[in-house]
């Protein structure tokens, strides 16, 4: 069973000069949790998620406590923003360097590599290298559990 075969083939993507503002944007408009950045001919070159841009709003203390439970509230910091500034930063300040499969992977070695590296979405890429889906691990989890076909049905 190959990851082609489950893989969401309309991905949502950004270009590599997107800023962050444009980003967000995509963000809330398509809700999704993560955005691949590609280069001019469609290859992965980045990828942003929901939570790398969450980062920009929390507050600086949050990485220097261990354990922020004991906040009940973050008041006044509850209504900040990153600044024009930062939003007009490139995507590429913000992004991470992709992590891919071939559209041949199979899906158990794609759901290995999810759990291995802590991804909750693997782009997949053409034998061109350039961008052909994504699937989650739920696409992946629901495909391997569909295969256990003796499993008798409730």
Same mark, same amino acid.
């Given at each position: 069973?190959?990851?082609?075969?489950?893989?969401?083939?309309?991905?949502?993507?950004?270009?590599?000069?997107?800023?962050?503002?444009?980003?967000?944007?995509?963000?809330?408009?398509?809700?999704?949790?993560?955005?691949?950045?590609?280069?001019?001919?469609?290859?992965?070159?980045?990828?942003?998620?929901?939570?790398?841009?969450?980062t920009l709003?929390?507050?600086?203390?949050?990485?220097?406590?261990?354990?922020?439970?004991?906040?009940?509230?973050? =008041?006044?910091?509850?209504?900040t923003?990153?600044?024009? @500034?930062? /939003? !007009?930063r490139?995507? #590429?300040?913000?992004? %991470?360097?992709?992590?891919?499969?071939?559209?041949?992977?199979?899906?158990?070695?794609?759901?290995?590599l999810?759990?291995?590296?802590?991804?909750?979405?693997?782009?997949?890429?053409?034998?061109?290298?350039?961008?052909? =889906?994504?699937?989650?691990?739920?696409?992946?989890?629901? @495909?391997? /559990? !569909?295969?256990?076909? #003796?499993?008798?049905? %409730?």
């Amino acid at each position: 069973m190959q990851i082609l075969r489950y893989m969401k083939k309309d991905v949502v993507f950004i270009h590599a000069d997107a800023t962050i503002s444009d980003a967000a944007h995509v963000f809330v408009k398509h809700h999704v949790g993560v955005l691949p950045v590609i280069d001019r001919d469609g290859r992965p070159i980045g990828v942003v998620g929901l939570q790398d841009m969450l980062t920009l709003e929390l507050p600086d203390f949050v990485n220097f406590v261990a354990d922020v439970d004991f906040v009940q509230d973050f =008041g006044a910091v509850e209504t900040t923003r990153p600044s024009p @500034a930062a /939003l !007009a930063r490139s995507i #590429k300040k913000l992004m %991470k360097p992709p992590f891919s499969v071939p559209q041949d992977c199979g899906l158990l070695r794609a759901y290995a590599l999810m759990v291995q590296h802590n991804l909750h979405d693997l782009l997949v890429v053409s034998p061109d290298g350039k961008l052909a =889906g994504i699937a989650s691990r739920v696409d992946v989890g629901r @495909a391997i /559990l !569909a295969s256990w076909s #003796k499993i008798e049905k %409730k």
